[in-house]
């Protein structure tokens, strides 16, 4: 490891310049280094501390494991992860170089500046060649029924076990103790099944010491605490005639220290027993369970080649009622220290069968995973079936994680063996992304929160489980495995969180079990990555087609028609009476609407200060007017008539001091592009519908679709008045324009009515973020309603527009949907109209004016308009309600007269 830990570090001094002496030694390092190491000041003093280091490595080696810190390993095994280097002839070799040795001459290796393509990808060290000598099958074959699988078919363990050499005691007799000990090494060297080495190794042994019965018990359980080691019984009670099958039924586990065997196994010290009754150590339970008595016994340890004892062999009863000698026990250890070497061969074996195994088992369920990868549901519903089957727990749960918080869940998904067993019965298959099961909160989210596993076989006694989620259930959780489920492209965040809970059996969730989920969430953040991916292309398409759509029915206003707009006088405000909140559009004409909209921009200096040019917002507004349908009431008139009573209350209170330019700018902006293409319906309707807006966004799909046709215009090339704006102005302008248009939602004013109101009541903390984009919201609210504050008579001309509106929507609801309309839109309770209308002034109107006209006493008029309509509303109630009275009674007394006259017939007839 010359050269420091980094890779890249200078190059060691050689110790053969010492005699050049110390200032030649310092030049000579640094004709080796490069700028920055040297800006580093790399001294003569460092140089001496390299070369002791690279003189003394076993030194070196030590000081690390003492004090190397993880990252300086982490930072060693990146520059070696990564080898991309050039090599390039040494230019500061003098002509003397030629005499050199080769060593010296060679090609340094300098760190390439530039990456190769695959960027910053590290360079798998493994060559497709080097597979060659190992005779590899095919990674994916067939099956049978023609399913292509990545499981090879088992191997043929009599391939891999040696002849079988058995030789009866009369045969050992005539060989020496050396031949002895040979001739049953060579029965054990080629074997690699463990079970079948095992059952070998114990009949030599019996033949070795004349046993009448062998055991050998296998180390199991964590070898780094003593306390979670224990022993099982591999083979139990091997006789000369017994065979594998009939001494692997029976497996007996013995705690770590406990017994004869247990001692062994703890200090690594044989033990022979003469009489086992007499020894303190001897469990009698053993023989009162199988029936056998033990007289006598020897234990000696099996190590490998380092000494750390991986089993222990077990011989009883020797033959004739004897006792073993100190030659049996010589001959006993001996032997055992081959067999040891050959066990540890055959389970390294059987490891790297298992993990083959493993990973064939991995690439099956990755290859499930990206089969099918059409909706997330689809996904996820595949992974949690895969994942309890090869688990084997009773519930799994996949939680995606919420974007916007760590510790939060925006997408639960859910399955349990029920499920699945329903399924195989021909059942339909339930949805995974019904919430059934509680949600343990403080498990997932800290999981979710810190990206560490939880493991717990006993979740009542772990703090972070909320007991609360079995209350009435009738379902009790006993062990719980949460794991993170990681980001594919940035691995240190948490995309969601794998939960399985209560294996089978009631077993707990063991390492292996965490080692397999931790591989499978792997693949499995990136199969919902790509499902994510997936549904981000379909949203695309379906925002291109809504685009297509909105482009093949608007353009862009001629520049005819703005050129002649930018030369027309515009009015003034007192001219257009702008500033009042009685304002009524009905008198102009709609070329007039776009004047006054000018006028808007240059009072408030607009213009001026984000150095908008005049032609370009002329043909922004006439383009703005444009992308306005002809429908009745949600059309170019109702957004400018929002703007003027935005800009009516900015001037009136003079909040543009504390709003700032930009915020003023997003308001304007917003009230006239609030509503742009709006098609007369509502949202309601276009999720009832099923059409593509509604597939771009589940909640306030209009005022989405508005904000997305204002972005347009404004990139559009003729109409950017947002050009000369920079970095920061124009994203602070966009986030105010998006907030505010979202604010028109009614459904997102209810949500944050309540907060509103506290903030206008406590006073407005401008220095908030959050105050003021509830501020704004209320303000967009309060314009985007303004209708409801005129004067009646242009009140009711706007209350007729609308209900024409609302009524066409029904009608559409019941002929194209075949639904029944809410009433406010049902033509055929028009009548309800006047008392719907005083409804909607209590229960929406009515707060958002007293709000405002808390907040300013400039705002009282539109308190007083709102209350003045509510009475008109209110009396027109009233009178509807005296005519349905009237007409009731009108009604009842027909009734009553043709009763009449139909008794005065029938007493006429008697």
Same mark, same amino acid.
């Given at each position: 490891?010359?050269?420091?830990?980094?890779?890249?570090?200078?190059?060691?001094?050689?110790?053969?310049?010492?005699?050049?002496?110390?200032?030649?030694?310092?030049?000579?390092?640094?004709?080796?280094?490069?700028?920055?190491?040297?800006?580093?000041?790399?001294?003569?003093?460092?140089?001496?501390?390299?070369?002791?280091?690279?003189?003394?490595?076993?030194?070196?080696?030590?000081?690390?494991?003492?004090?190397?810190?993880?990252?300086?390993?982490?930072?060693?095994?990146?520059?070696?992860?990564?080898?991309?280097?050039?090599?390039?002839?040494?230019?500061?070799?003098?002509?003397?170089?030629?005499?050199?040795?080769?060593?010296?001459?060679?090609?340094?290796?300098?760190?390439?500046?530039?990456?190769?393509?695959?960027?910053?990808?590290?360079?798998?060290?493994?060559?497709?060649?080097?597979?060659?000598?190992?005779?590899?099958?095919?990674?994916?074959?067939?099956?049978?029924?023609?399913?292509?699988?990545?499981?090879?078919?088992?191997?043929?363990?009599?391939?891999?076990?040696?002849?079988?050499?058995?030789?009866?005691?009369?045969?050992?007799?005539?060989?020496?103790?050396?031949?002895?000990?040979?001739?049953?090494?060579?029965?054990?060297? #080629?074997?690699?099944?463990?079970?079948?080495?095992?059952?070998?190794?114990?009949?030599?042994?019996?033949?070795?010491?004349?046993?009448?019965?062998?055991?050998?018990?296998?180390?199991?359980?964590?070898?780094?605490?003593?306390?979670?080691?224990?022993?099982?019984?591999?083979?139990?009670?091997?006789?000369?005639?017994?065979?594998?099958?009939?001494?692997?039924? #029976?497996?007996?586990?013995?705690?770590?220290? *406990?017994?004869?065997?247990?001692?062994?196994?703890?200090?690594?010290?044989?033990?022979?027993?003469?009489?086992?009754?007499?020894?303190?150590?001897?469990?009698?339970?053993?023989?009162?369970?199988?029936?056998?008595?033990?007289?006598?016994?020897?234990?000696?340890?099996?190590?490998?080649?380092?000494?750390?004892?991986?089993?222990?062999?077990?011989?009883?009863?020797?033959?004739?009622?004897?006792?073993? *000698?100190?030659?049996?026990?010589?001959?006993?250890?001996?032997?055992?220290?081959?067999?040891?070497?050959?066990?540890?061969?055959?389970?390294?074996?059987?490891?790297?069968?298992?993990?083959?195994?493993?990973?064939?088992?991995?690439?099956?369920?990755?290859?499930?995973?990206?089969?099918?990868?059409?909706?997330?549901?689809?996904?996820?519903?595949?992974?949690?079936?895969?994942?309890?089957?090869?688990?084997?727990?009773?519930?799994?749960?996949?939680?995606?994680?919420?974007?916007?918080?760590?510790?939060?869940?925006?997408?639960?998904?859910?399955?349990?063996?029920?499920?699945?067993?329903?399924?195989?019965?021909?059942?339909?298959?339930?949805?995974?992304?019904?919430?059934?099961?509680?949600?343990?909160?403080?498990?997932?989210?800290?999981?979710?929160?810190?990206?560490?596993?939880?493991?717990?076989?006993?979740?009542?006694?772990?703090?972070?489980?909320?007991?609360?989620?079995?209350?009435?259930?009738?379902?009790?959780?006993?062990?719980?495995?949460?794991?993170?489920?990681?980001?594919?492209?940035?691995?240190?965040?948490?995309?969601?969180?794998?939960?399985?809970?209560?294996?089978?059996?009631?077993?707990?969730?063991?390492?292996?079990?965490?080692?397999?989920?931790?591989?499978?969430?792997?693949?499995?953040?990136?199969?919902?990555?790509?499902?994510?991916?997936?549904?981000?292309?379909?949203?695309?398409?379906?925002?291109?087609?809504?685009?297509?759509?909105?482009?093949?029915?608007?353009?862009?206003?001629?520049?005819?028609?703005?050129?002649?707009?930018?030369?027309?006088?515009?009015?003034?405000?007192?001219?257009?009476?702008?500033?009042?909140?009685?304002?009524?559009?009905?008198?102009?004409?709609?070329?007039?609407?776009?004047?006054?909209?000018?006028?808007?921009?240059?009072?408030?200096?607009?213009?001026?200060?984000?150095?908008?040019?005049?032609?370009?917002?002329?043909?922004?507004?006439?383009?703005?007017?444009?992308?306005?349908?002809?429908?009745?009431?949600?059309?170019?008139?109702?957004?400018?008539?929002?703007?003027?009573?935005?800009?009516?209350?900015?001037?009136?209170?003079?909040?543009?001091?504390?709003?700032?330019?930009?915020?003023?700018?997003?308001?304007?902006?917003?009230?006239?592009?609030?509503?742009?293409?709006?098609?007369?319906?509502?949202?309601?309707?276009?999720?009832?519908?099923?059409?593509?807006?509604?597939?771009?966004?589940?909640?306030?799909?209009?005022?989405?679709?508005?904000?997305?046709?204002?972005?347009?215009?404004?990139?559009?090339?003729?109409?950017?008045?947002?050009?000369?704006?920079?970095?920061?102005?124009?994203?602070?302008?966009?986030?105010?324009?998006?907030?505010?248009?979202?604010?028109?939602?009614?459904?997102?004013?209810?949500?944050?009515?309540?907060?509103?109101?506290?903030?206008?009541?406590?006073?407005?903390?401008?220095?908030?973020?959050?105050?003021?984009?509830?501020?704004?919201?209320?303000?967009?609210?309060?314009?985007?309603?303004?209708?409801?504050?005129?004067?009646?008579?242009?009140?009711?001309?706007?209350?007729?527009?609308?209900?024409?509106?609302?009524?066409?929507?029904?009608?559409?609801?019941?002929?194209?949907?075949?639904?029944?309309?809410?009433?406010?839109?049902?033509?055929?309770?028009?009548?309800?109209?006047?008392?719907?209308?005083?409804?909607?002034?209590?229960?929406?109107?009515?707060?958002?004016?007293?709000?405002?006209? *808390?907040?300013?006493?400039?705002?009282?008029?539109?308190?007083?308009?709102?209350?003045?309509?509510?009475?008109?509303?209110?009396?027109?109630?009233?009178?509807?309600?005296?005519?349905?009275?009237?007409?009731?009674?009108?009604?009842?007394?027909?009734?009553?007269?043709?009763?009449?006259?139909?008794?005065?017939?029938?007493?006429?007839?008697?």
């Amino acid at each position: 490891m010359t050269g420091g830990m980094g890779g890249g570090g200078p190059p060691s001094v050689n110790p053969n310049t010492e005699s050049l002496g110390e200032d030649s030694s310092c030049i000579l390092l640094e004709e080796g280094l490069d700028d920055n190491t040297l800006n580093n000041e790399y001294s003569c003093e460092y140089a001496d501390v390299e070369a002791f280091l690279d003189e003394h490595p076993d030194f070196f080696q030590n000081y690390l494991i003492r004090k190397a810190t993880r990252s300086m390993i982490d930072a060693w095994l990146v520059s070696y992860a990564i080898p991309q280097v050039s090599c390039l002839p040494n230019s500061n070799l003098s002509p003397d170089s030629a005499t050199d040795p080769p060593e010296s001459s060679a090609p340094r290796l300098i760190p390439s500046s530039k990456s190769g393509s695959g960027g910053a990808t590290p360079v798998r060290k493994v060559s497709a060649h080097e597979f060659e000598k190992g005779g590899l099958t095919k990674p994916l074959v067939t099956t049978i029924d023609g399913t292509p699988t990545f499981l090879s078919p088992p191997t043929n363990m009599s391939e891999l076990t040696g002849q079988i050499r058995k030789k009866s005691r009369t045969d050992m007799s005539t060989l020496d103790e050396t031949e002895l000990i040979l001739e049953l090494v060579k029965d054990i060297c #080629n074997d690699l099944d463990v079970r079948s080495l095992c059952h070998k190794i114990l009949q030599n042994v019996g033949i070795l010491t004349y046993a009448d019965r062998c055991s050998l018990f296998l180390v199991a359980g964590d070898p780094s605490s003593n306390q979670c080691q224990y022993l099982v019984s591999n083979l139990f009670d091997v006789s000369s005639n017994s065979t594998v099958e009939e001494v692997s039924k #029976n497996e007996i586990k013995i705690p770590w220290g *406990t017994g004869i065997v247990g001692y062994v196994a703890k200090t690594g010290e044989s033990c022979n027993v003469t009489d086992c009754y007499k020894d303190a150590r001897f469990n009698q339970e053993v023989d009162a369970m199988t029936g056998y008595k033990t007289s006598s016994m020897m234990c000696s340890p099996i190590k490998d080649s380092i000494g750390d004892v991986i089993g222990v062999a077990q011989v009883i009863n020797k033959a004739n009622d004897g006792f073993f *000698t100190n030659t049996d026990e010589r001959l006993f250890e001996r032997y055992l220290q081959f067999c040891g070497i050959g066990l540890r061969n055959a389970q390294i074996y059987e490891r790297s069968q298992l993990e083959v195994k493993r990973n064939q088992v991995l690439l099956d369920l990755a290859g499930v995973i990206f089969q099918e990868q059409s909706t997330l549901e689809t996904t996820i519903h595949r992974i949690l079936t895969h994942m309890l089957c090869l688990i084997q727990c009773q519930r799994a749960q996949v939680l995606l994680v919420h974007e916007g918080s760590q510790s939060t869940f925006s997408q639960i998904y859910e399955l349990s063996q029920e499920d699945i067993e329903q399924e195989s019965k021909g059942e339909p298959k339930k949805s995974v992304q019904e919430t059934r099961f509680p949600v343990n909160a403080g498990i997932t989210g800290y999981v979710a929160a810190t990206g560490e596993t939880v493991n717990i076989s006993e979740p009542y006694k772990d703090a972070r489980f909320d007991q609360s989620v079995d209350a009435g259930t009738g379902f009790k959780h006993s062990t719980i495995l949460a794991m993170p489920i990681r980001h594919a492209d940035s691995p240190g965040k948490v995309q969601g969180v794998f939960q399985l809970v209560n294996k089978f059996d009631s077993l707990p969730f063991t390492p292996n079990d965490e080692n397999f989920v931790e591989a499978f969430a792997i693949f499995c953040g990136m199969g919902i990555n790509n499902v994510k991916m997936y549904e981000t292309a379909v949203m695309a398409m379906a925002k291109q087609q809504v685009t297509l759509e909105v482009l093949s029915y608007h353009a862009i206003s001629p520049l005819e028609e703005a050129v002649k707009l930018s030369r027309q006088r515009i009015p003034s405000t007192s001219a257009l009476n702008l500033h009042s909140f009685t304002f009524d559009d009905f008198s102009l004409e709609d070329s007039d609407t776009l004047k006054a909209g000018l006028r808007m921009f240059i009072d408030l200096d607009l213009i001026n200060r984000f150095n908008i040019d005049y032609l370009t917002l002329s043909r922004w507004l006439s383009s703005v007017r444009k992308n306005y349908r002809d429908v009745t009431y949600h059309n170019w008139r109702h957004a400018f008539n929002v703007c003027q009573l935005m800009f009516a209350i900015i001037t009136n209170t003079m909040w543009w001091k504390k709003l700032g330019e930009i915020e003023c700018l997003g308001l304007v902006l917003a009230c006239l592009c609030h509503d742009l293409d709006h098609r007369g319906t509502n949202n309601s309707f276009q999720i009832k519908s099923s059409n593509s807006l509604a597939r771009l966004y589940s909640t306030s799909t209009m005022e989405h679709h508005h904000f997305d046709q204002c972005i347009m215009l404004l990139n559009t090339k003729g109409t950017q008045i947002l050009a000369n704006l920079s970095q920061e102005e124009f994203k602070a302008v966009i986030h105010i324009l998006e907030d505010s248009i979202l604010a028109t939602d009614l459904a997102v004013y209810l949500r944050r009515r309540k907060e509103t109101a506290n903030i206008i009541k406590q006073g407005v903390n401008w220095k908030s973020d959050s105050d003021r984009s509830l501020f704004r919201g209320l303000m967009m609210t309060a314009c985007d309603l303004g209708a409801i504050t005129k004067p009646w008579p242009i009140q009711q001309k706007i209350a007729q527009l609308v209900t024409t509106e609302f009524f066409h929507q029904g009608d559409m609801e019941r002929a194209e949907l075949k639904l029944r309309p809410i009433p406010m839109m049902d033509r055929e309770k028009a009548e309800q109209l006047p008392s719907m209308q005083v409804n909607f002034i209590d229960e929406i109107c009515m707060p958002v004016y007293e709000s405002l006209s *808390t907040a300013s006493q400039h705002l009282k008029p539109l308190l007083s308009g709102c209350q003045d309509n509510r009475k008109n509303w209110s009396s027109m109630a009233d009178s509807h309600k005296d005519k349905n009275i009237e007409k009731e009674k009108n009604m009842d007394n027909d009734k009553n007269m043709d009763k009449e006259k139909n008794m005065d017939k029938e007493s006429k007839a008697g």
